[in-house]
């Protein structure tokens, strides 16, 4: 049975589509079998990073690792049963579909409150959120008091989470290994970023998730998606001597990968 590694935040900028071809190109580079999944079905973002590196493949005549993407399958209202909701159908058809051929089954979600997002978050085996480092993104995991910085309770993605993790207990699968990444985490000992630490740390043990360091601001992870490549690719399209950020990058992404502890995984790049 595939591994579920479900990525999701419902704010959109923190990285998750960037996170998300990353973690699905390391796993694949290393052997593994993976398919992914694009709930946002308005912009898909990461949809189309990987048909930009298909693209990029075929012109260059280069063949490099790429994870199985497929589009959710269409469902007829006169295939539904009493009470089925569409939505709930063509995930499920499509995350079976997949789940005969690949290890790990990374699903990527819109940032906002949809259906699909919800429904996939309840089959997560893995959930990773990515966050920008600032007060803004907080806001999306707990309430806090204005003058003191102190927690005040889950706020509405949070919540989400615990209705997810409700639904697995009632199932009787394996709780959600939750990671809440930092994402542009800046590189001074500044004060917000002090405190931003003390308070996604002080969350993690109220409600349950581990917090993982994420990727700096990089002007390369831009310049990378219209070509579909990874930090990873770099060298096989001939990139020999990697700058400074690249090298830094690059062990970003290593860090990341070792702490998600994936099943079977062993992170050797």
């Known amino acids: 049975m595939a591994h579920i590694i479900v990525v999701g935040n419902e704010?959109?900028?923190?990285?998750?589509?960037?996170?998300?071809?990353?973690?699905?190109?390391?796993?694949?580079?290393?052997?593994?079998?993976?398919?992914?999944?694009?709930?946002?079905?308005?912009?898909?973002?990461?949809?189309?990073y990987v048909e930009?590196?298909?693209?990029?493949?075929?012109?260059?005549?280069?063949?490099?690792?790429?994870?199985?993407?497929?589009?959710?399958?269409?469902?007829?209202?006169?295939?539904?049963?009493?009470?089925?909701?569409?939505?709930?159908?063509?995930?499920?058809?499509?995350?079976?579909?997949?789940?005969?051929?690949?290890?790990?089954?990374?699903?990527?979600?819109?940032?906002?409150?949809?259906?699909?997002?919800?429904?996939?978050h309840s089959l997560a085996d893995t959930l990773v959120t990515p966050q920008n480092d600032s007060f803004v993104d907080f806001d999306l995991l707990a309430r806090t008091d204005a003058q003191t910085n102190k927690i005040l309770g889950p706020?509405?993605?949070?919540?989400?989470?615990?209705?997810?993790?409700?639904?697995?207990?009632?199932?009787g699968l394996d709780p959600i290994d939750w990671v809440v990444v930092r994402n542009r985490v800046g590189a001074q000992q500044m004060h917000n970023k002090k405190k931003m630490a003390q308070a996604v740390d002080a969350l993690a043990k109220r409600i349950g998730f581990r917090v993982a360091p994420g990727f700096s601001e990089r002007v390369i992870f831009r310049e990378l998606f219209p070509r579909g490549l990874t930090l990873l690719d770099l060298r096989d399209i001939g990139v020999q001597n990697l700058n400074l950020s690249n090298v830094a990058a690059r062990q970003e992404l290593r860090e990341l990968v070792k702490e998600l502890r994936l099943p079977g995984v062993n992170v050797d790049f």
């Open 11 to 48: 704010k959109g900028g923190a990285g998750k589509s960037t996170v998300s071809m990353h973690i699905a190109t390391a796993l694949v580079r290393m052997g593994h079998v993976v398919g992914v999944l694009d709930l946002d079905l308005r912009q898909k973002s990461f949809g189309r």
């Open 52 to 120: 930009n590196r298909r693209a990029f493949l075929d012109a260059e005549g280069l063949e490099l690792p790429t994870p199985i993407y497929r589009d959710l399958p269409t469902i007829t209202a006169e295939s539904l049963g009493p009470g089925e909701n569409v939505y709930d159908q063509r995930l499920s058809a499509a995350v079976t579909g997949l789940e005969r051929e690949v290890e790990f089954i990374l699903i990527d979600c819109p940032g906002s409150h949809t259906r699909l997002s919800q429904v996939a």
């Open 155 to 171: 706020s509405v993605y949070s919540e989400m989470v615990w209705n997810a993790r409700q639904l697995r207990a009632q199932a």
